[in-house]
């Protein structure tokens, strides 16, 4: 993801105003419409400077278009820009902490017994909860209530890794 110390901002590079709530349509139609703009293809025969040019601006708008078109890429960029940063190893509160492991071990179990309808429902309840986290991101952001989106996108991480451990489990 892109610093927001970087001098071209994600949202700027796709011409979008600054906002968690992003139409998929108009980031799309961006998207394709400034890529046509700086894709390296145009510069093959300009000079060498110019090509490393449009491809570094190819890259950082290819960079841009992925973060923002994932909900929580585009919050945690979004909390970056105002100044306030997730470390890779931060703590959920100990009751939080405690429900993640008794899932873990919930799914763990399951899935050495090859239970692959148990390992499918704890996924659909994850990702339920997931649904409701990034529909409640929608209104901390808005409130600007940033310290609560930063709670929750930790809490999404750790979702986000649970559901992985889910499609490792069903992939098995």
């Known amino acids: 993801m892109a610093s927001p110390s970087t001098s071209s901002d994600l949202f700027s590079l796709l011409g979008l105003q600054p906002s968690y709530e992003i139409d998929r349509a108009a980031l799309e139609a961006a998207y394709h419409e ?16 110019e090509r490393v040019a449009a491809l570094s601006k190819a890259r950082a ?13 585009r919050a945690e960029y979004l909390l970056a820009r ?6 890779d190893n931060e703590r959920l509160e100990p009751e939080l902490l405690m429900e993640f492991l008794e899932q873990r071990e919930e799914l763990a179990a399951a899935r050495q017994a090859g239970r692959s309808a148990e390992v499918e429902s704890l996924q659909a309840a994850m990702l339920t909860r997931r649904k409701a986290i990034l529909a409640a991101l929608s209104g901390l952001f ?10 929750q996108l930790i809490v999404l991480r750790y979702l986000d890794r649970y559901l992985e451990e889910c499609e490792a489990a069903l992939e098995d």
């Open 34 to 49: 400034r890529s046509k703009e700086v894709h390296p293809d145009r510069f093959a025969q300009a000079p060498a400077a």
């Open 61 to 73: 708008l290819n960079d841009a278009y992925k973060t923002l078109r994932d909900a929580r890429q």
């Open 82 to 87: 105002a100044g306030v940063t997730i470390g």
């Open 142 to 151: 808005a409130s600007g209530n940033l310290a609560d989106a930063k709670k």
